[in-house]
């Protein structure tokens, strides 16, 4: 950065893109509109920072489906971009306009973008004659251009193509470790699976995503992105129940959306009148506050990540490299921490692990769900005292209900009830 300036803009960008990626739009706006009042943009401004403002305005107008605004503010910066003969620069903005282009399914004009895209982030990643400060999230990103590729090539239904692109953004993934690039590599190659009709990668991808989704993004693109290609995949299963269950995820989503939605633009077109009276007096105080609270911020990421790495059975970093593991033990995973959360997907996710385990079970006794449920928990060995704490009940409730499932289930008293849920898919 040049200037004082370019920095407290580019913090307050940073922070917005932060609000923008916990889907709180309304204050990643704010962020955007201090840069613009407080004319932190000037002919001098690092051109970095002119680039992550228009990038960024354009993405949050896109989000709230105002497609012509966002085209808008990438035109308005695209010229500028190529004067700049910066292949860093080059590939970022190409890979946003295909990404806004493949969402309004003119894959055409996608690809011609992408490839654009894909080619310049080869020329930044190779940085001959170290033309370029090479930074490590930048590189990190700086491969999402090639699963953006490949899911491109899905559809305009070259598959032979797609197919040697998604083989190249995993590969990638032994790279880096970031999260991001994790998530994209993941969703791209689901949809180039289930364009193959390759159902169990599908799920294995999917649900990678849907974890790193949960975590680290929960702006409504990307939980509903996940969401939605879970729906279409049971729908094409002819799975009733999990189709039902991800629709009406779906619905909360769009619902929660639109209220975020009507609320924002009302916050555009009417302003914040006390924010702009006292904007002058709290400037310096707001600058203050802003470099504690990422200082505070890094050190509570810090925790978490520490707490996360020493109790999870499973972190994220482990799933970085799942996708060379097998997928049954990837489900079998996911249903442990789902049972442990008592989590509403748990019976949904257990049927995909052992799917003839509710039918055994319906050949001897007419259950209910929540007793299919609480065997479920018995079958994967959880002690009474287990179950107990997971599903937020008292011991003796658990072991009331063991006795009344023995007699449902006319399983012999002389008989241990785990031996005998063990013998039951045998």
Request: proline share 1%; glycine share 2%.
């Amino acid at each position: 950065m040049n200037s004082y300036q370019d920095c407290i803009a580019l913090g307050y960008l940073k922070i917005a893109n932060i609000y923008n990626k916990n889907n709180d739009i309304k204050k990643a706006f704010y962020y955007i509109e201090k840069v613009e009042k407080e004319n932190l943009i000037s002919e001098e401004t690092d051109f970095e920072v002119v680039l992550y403002l228009n990038l960024l305005k354009s993405l949050l107008y896109y989000n709230l489906g105002e497609r012509v605004a966002a085209l808008r503010q990438m035109d308005e910066i695209y010229e500028k971009t190529v004067e700049q003969k910066n292949a860093y620069y080059t590939y970022l903005i190409n890979w946003q306009y295909a990404g806004f282009y493949n969402e309004m399914n003119e894959s055409k004009k996608a690809l011609r973008k992408i490839k654009t895209a894909y080619t310049y982030s080869k020329i930044y990643r190779e940085n001959k004659n170290s033309r370029y400060k090479i930074h490590k999230t930048k590189i990190a990103w700086s491969y999402m251009t090639t699963p953006y590729l490949a899911a491109v090539y899905v559809d305009l239904g070259k598959l032979d193509s797609a197919k040697i692109y998604v083989q190249e953004s995993l590969t990638d993934l032994q790279k880096t470790d970031d999260k991001g690039l994790l998530y994209f590599t993941s969703f791209h190659a689901a949809k180039y699976y289930r364009a193959i009709k390759d159902f169990e990668n599908v799920k294995h991808y999917l649900w990678i995503c849907k974890k790193i989704a949960n975590h680290h993004f929960k702006d409504e693109y990307h939980q509903k992105s996940v969401i939605n290609e879970l729906k279409t995949l049971y729908e094409e299963l002819k799975d009733k129940d999990s189709t039902a269950f991800y629709a009406d995820q779906l619905l909360d989503i769009q619902a929660a959306g639109e209220q975020q939605n009507y609320d924002l633009k009302d916050h555009i077109d009417k302003r914040d009148d006390f924010e702009v009276k006292n904007e002058k007096k709290i400037t310096e105080e707001l600058v203050i506050i802003l470099l504690g609270s990422i200082v505070i911020c890094i050190f509570f990421i810090f925790l978490f990540l520490s707490y996360y790495r020493k109790y999870k059975t499973r972190n994220l970093d482990e799933i970085n490299v799942s996708y060379q593991s097998p997928v049954q033990q990837c489900i079998f995973d996911e249903v442990i921490q789902l049972a442990k959360e008592n989590n509403s997907e748990f019976l949904t996710r257990f049927h995909e692990y052992c799917p003839r385990f509710s039918e055994e079970l319906l050949k001897i006794s007419p259950l209910k769900i929540s007793e299919i449920r609480f065997s479920a928990y018995i079958y994967l060995n959880f002690s009474t005292k287990d179950i107990a704490g997971y599903t937020h009940t008292s011991v003796r409730t658990v072991q009331t209900k063991k006795y009344n499932l023995r007699k449902k289930l006319n399983i012999p008293g002389d008989m241990d009830i785990y031996v005998w849920f063990s013998k039951l898919l045998k």
